[in-house]
């Protein structure tokens, strides 16, 4: 058996396919070191058993924004769910619902009880499980094929939260529309595109404090722990309270009031003690460093619920678990997406559109970028030099475009995983982990009725730990000093409190901006008096220059290209150490003969030269273009042309840039 699998191993590097993906013997001058096909088959399974949760976690939680079913809810008739004038201040926290207005809780409570409705749900929840799935097997592949990352890619946790308790609503009781919210989506997608070409992505990462980048993921973390706590996507664990908003619940439906408070029976609901249950499994297993802990525990608590006539069963007899029981019972389907697919509404004349789409696209920069940059850091990527990894840009582009065909499935923003790195730890380097662990993805669209029955308070947990494992670092925030901590303070707690991301953001960003632009006044003003005594302590401010030792604000490869088009001499001395004479060995022989009578040779570039070019730089070369070159004398215009213009070039370029 280890013969067979190495001459496999053997066989493919030196097929067409182990040259493209760099495999260990493919005679590729750039060939990653110890790996082999079989190791990238197993790492890409192992990155698909710690993500494949995302397929019923991300389906459960967008399936509650309602999708594009559609509820008679009236505000105005209390018999179609309207709430009573007098019924307005008893606003609360729904179940599972974030902190909605009166009117929308109202909503909540009668589209939850109206059968039609709840049945278009769940025919919604398919479609997104499917719609998961595919995203995750496309984008996957895709980053994989073009990027030769070791990366899995789906619909990301936190921004799916946002995207369906605070943008949409639970059952639409939100800001905007499900298919407004998708264009939001769509649009952000393409302006991830451009900002991806351009290379201005990491620079508007860049340009965010990074206190405030670690208390955004601290935040989020405490955002989804909020949600795997509620009973909508959760195990209930926390209820409404008239009150005090929130208190304990863990209280059968049957003991809920109209609040959505636990009227009595408080931590006695069975599923409730099932989902604790499951989270104590997750952990253990975590701790013994168990492949696939997340999946295993999801799938042990889903197990138990799928027999019926017990307190914690996911099919009750009745309408709704009757219809899920049918469904579950074919294990093996197909379900074509019926009720997402290209439902984006484009209404882009409201400000909470825009808002909307600003949070998505700040979200996104922070999440997908700074997952990437971890994970290339965690495979040994990363270029020390320039802070960059090989690959990013396709990596940034394929998540671009993804991101937007996403929406037109009808899920949220796409993202690389962090649970990437369980690939990685297997021995995963190049993009057959990714393809793989695509390929696995493809294969759970065949299962979608299994998906499709796993209970909220199967999924709650692995919210709750997910949030656990992000809130670790938030011993990297500085809390030394006042102007650092108190915005990361504010960002990483209006998240969860204010139930909206956005809210935390702009929190810390605006404490950011009063604080430490009132000291940057004052010392000023006092010409450097009064400072306060332990500033020393302050983050570094960040740079908004993207080379290696700052010497430009646009991005190294769209300055050499900004240069071929404006056909200036490209300046290669901060980049690869060379002089200006010797990037145009052309006007070396012209200083030293007038009437050179043989073209001289262009000088090749050194393989670390090669790597480190953007790929549109390799398809731009550097040579004199042929029309000059074809013969001595043109050899010569080109040189006396270019020598007269080259010191002006110099000077104006570095000022430019």
């Known amino acids: 058996m280890t013969g067979l699998v190495a001459r496999l191993n053997t066989a493919v590097a030196c097929s067409p396919v182990g040259r493209w993906f760099m495999l260990e013997g493919s005679s590729h001058p750039r060939a990653r070191a110890n790996t082999k096909f079989s190791t990238e088959l197993r790492a890409g399974f192992a990155t698909f ?44 926290i729904a179940a599972g619902g974030g902190a909605p207005s009166a009117s929308g809780m109202g909503r909540i409570a009668y589209c939850g009880s109206n059968h039609e409705y709840m049945t278009c749900v769940d025919v919604i929840k398919k479609d997104l499980i499917v719609a998961t799935a595919a995203m995750a097997a496309i984008a996957s592949t895709a980053i994989g094929l073009f990027s030769n990352l070791p990366l899995g890619m789906a619909p990301g946790m936190g921004i799916n939260a946002y995207f369906t308790y605070t943008v949409v609503g639970k059952y639409g009781s939100g800001r905007i529309s499900y298919q407004t919210a998708l264009a939001a989506v769509f649009i952000e997608g393409l302006v991830f595109l451009v900002l991806s070409i351009l290379g201005l992505r990491q620079w508007l990462a860049r340009c965010i404090p990074r206190n405030i980048k670690v208390a955004t993921g601290v935040g989020i973390g405490l955002y989804l722990c909020f949600i795997g706590m509620q009973s909508s996507a959760g195990i209930g664990l926390i209820r409404a309270d008239p009150a005090t908003l929130v208190s304990l619940g863990a209280c059968a439906p049957e003991f809920v009031d109209a609040s959505g408070a636990c009227s009595s029976h ?40 799928w027999f019926r006539g017990t307190p914690v069963t996911y099919f009750p007899y009745d309408a709704i678990g009757n219809a899920r029981f049918d469904y579950f019972k074919q294990v093996v389907s197909f379900h074509t997406i019926q009720k997402t697919l290209a439902v984006m509404d484009f209404q882009l004349n409201t400000g909470e559109f825009w808002l909307t789409l600003i949070t998505f696209l700040y979200v996104d920069i922070l999440d997908t970028t700074g997952t990437m940059f971890s994970m290339a850091q965690f495979a040994g990527f990363m270029d020390p030099k320039t802070g960059d990894f090989e690959g990013s840009t396709p990596a940034f582009i394929t998540d671009a475009l993804c991101v937007s065909l996403g929406a037109v499935f009808g899920t949220s923003d796409v993202t690389a995983f962090v649970e990437s790195g369980a690939g990685i730890t297997e021995g995963g380097r190049t993009g057959i982990t990714a393809i793989t662990t695509g390929v696995c993805f493809f294969i759970s669209l065949f299962f979608s009725p299994i998906f499709s029955a796993i209970p909220p308070w199967a999924t709650g947990p692995a919210l709750i730990f997910v949030g656990s494992l992000m809130t670790k670092s938030v011993t990297e925030i500085n809390f030394n000093y006042i102007g650092d901590a108190i915005p990361a303070f504010l960002t990483l707690t209006m998240m969860p409190l204010t139930y909206n991301i956005a809210y935390g953001l702009l929190g810390g960003l605006l404490a950011a901006v009063v604080i430490n632009g009132t000291v940057y006044i004052v010392e000023k003003l006092s010409r450097g008096r009064w400072v306060p005594p332990n500033k020393d302590e302050k983050d570094p401010v960040m740079s908004f220059r993207m080379g290696p030792q700052g010497e430009g604000v646009l991005p190294p490869w769209l300055v050499r290209l900004i240069r071929k088009i404006t056909r200036r001499d490209p300046m290669e001395t901060a980049e690869h ?36 070019l953007h790929p549109l730089d390799r398809i731009l070369p550097d040579t004199v273009p042929e029309n000059e070159a074809s013969n001595a004398s043109g050899i010569e215009h080109a040189t006396a042309r270019r020598k007269s213009h080259h010191r002006a070039s110099i000077s104006s370029d570095r000022r430019d840039l």
């Open 266 to 305: 408080r931590m006695e609901s069975p599923t409730t003690w099932m989902g604790v249950l499951g989270l104590f499994l997750i952990s253990i297993l975590v701790m013994y460093k168990v492949k696939g802990a997340i999946l295993i525990g999801i799938l042990f608590v889903a197990v138990v619920s």
């Open 49 to 92: 058993v710690t993500m494949a949760y995302i397929i019923s976690v991300n389906s459960l939680i967008i399936s509650d924004t309602g999708g594009t079913c559609v509820c008679d809810y009236d505000p105005t008739d209390p018999a179609k769910g309207g709430v009573a004038p007098q019924q307005q201040s008893m606003i609360g």
């Open 577 to 612: 150490g060379q002089t200006p004479q010797e990037s145009f060995p052309a006007e070396k022989v012209a200083d030293q003969n007038a009437t050179p009578t043989t073209p001289s040779p262009t000088l090749s570039p050194s393989p670390a030269m090669t790597d480190s």
